[in-house]
Nanobody, 115 residues
Framework: QVQLVESGGGSVQPGSSLRLTCVAS????????MDWYRQLPGKERELVAA????????TYIDSVKGRFTASRDNGKMTVYLEMTNLQVDDSAVYFC????????WGRGTEVIVSS
């Protein structure tokens, strides 16, 4: 059974940093690109970042480039999203997903950025 469990969110001030963690189980983790999405209430999920199977490099939407870094530890079946210089517009619920494995989502972890 595929499971994804996100954690690490919180309520922070603009300019702060957070590290999100997603622990995966139930599938061949190192065979899949891992994506990070975020979602605001009433909005569709937005793909924010992706990390390749071997963890070499990531891709990011323009608004987070230079501030967010996605990485993974295949031995721990874990993917991370290091977020720095957080802005109010980064507030959302963040989810990880194994690309191509179907509509399987965790519960997400909420990030609130406010002064």
């Amino acid at each position: 059974q595929v499971q994804l469990v996100e954690s690490g969110g919180g309520s922070v001030q603009p300019g702060s940093s957070l590290r999100l963690t997603c622990v995966a189980s139930g599938f061949s983790f190192n065979s899949y690109v891992m994506d990070w999405y975020r979602q605001l209430p009433g909005k569709e999920r937005e793909l924010v970042a992706a990390v390749a199977r071997e963890g070499h490099g990531g891709t990011y939407i323009d608004s987070v480039k230079g501030r967010f870094t996605a990485s993974r530890d295949n031995g721990k079946m874990t993917v991370y999203l290091e977020m720095t210089n957080l802005q109010v517009d980064d507030s959302a619920v963040y989810f990880c997903k194994a690309r191509g494995i179907g509509a399987i989502w965790g519960r997400g972890t909420e990030v609130i950025v406010s002064s």
